[in-house]
C-alpha cells in the first residue's frame, strides 16, 4: 500500500518562510497528481496545491498563489512545498496526498485523492 509522510511543519514568525517535505513509499506508485491540503474551518480539507508528477504541471488555490510553490524530485517519488512571506491564518495542520486523476475536476478537491499522509502541524505566530 502507498504511504506518505509528511514533514518540516513546525513554528514559523508571520513573513517568515517554511518548506514542507512529502516522501512516498510502498506498493506500486500508479497516481499521477501529487497535492497539498490543509485542514479548513469545515469537514473538507481545503485545496492547496497539486503537482502532475508525469510532466511537472502545477495548479495553486487562489488563496496561496504567489506565496506558495510545489516542486518534486527528479530520482524519488517526493514533492515539496515551499512557503514565503506567511501569515497567521497558515496556520493549521498539512497534509499530502495521492491521486490516479489529472483532470482539473479531479484533482481540486480532497474526495478524489486516494492516500493520505498524517498531517504537519504548521503554526505562525510571533
Known amino acids: 500500500q502507498v504511504q506518505l509522510v509528511e514533514s518540516g511543519g513546525g513554528l514559523v514568525q508571520p513573513g517568515n518562510s517554511m518548506t514542507l517535505s512529502c516522501t512516498v513509499s510502498?506498493?506500486?506508485?500508479?497516481?499521477?497528481?501529487l497535492g497539498w491540503f490543509r485542514q479548513g474551518s469545515g469537514k473538507e480539507r481545503e485545496f492547496v496545491a497539486t503537482l502532475n508528477y508525469v510532466d511537472g504541471s502545477t495548479k495553486y488555490g487562489d488563496s496561496v498563489k504567489g506565496r506558495f510553490t510545489i516542486s518534486r524530485d527528479m530520482e524519488k517519488i517526493m514533492v515539496f512545498l515551499q512557503m514565503i512571506r506567511l501569515r497567521p491564518e497558515c496556520t493549521t495542520v498539512y497534509y499530502c496526498?495521492?491521486?490516479?486523476?489529472?483532470?482539473?475536476?479531479?484533482?481540486?478537491?480532497?474526495?478524489?485523492?486516494?492516500?493520505w499522509g498524517q498531517g504537519t502541524q504548521v503554526t505562525v505566530s510571533a
Open positions: 496526498a495521492d491521486t490516479p486523476y489529472t483532470a482539473v475536476k479531479d484533482v481540486l478537491t480532497a474526495r478524489g485523492y486516494r492516500y
Open positions: 510502498g506498493g506500486t506508485f500508479g497516481g499521477f497528481t
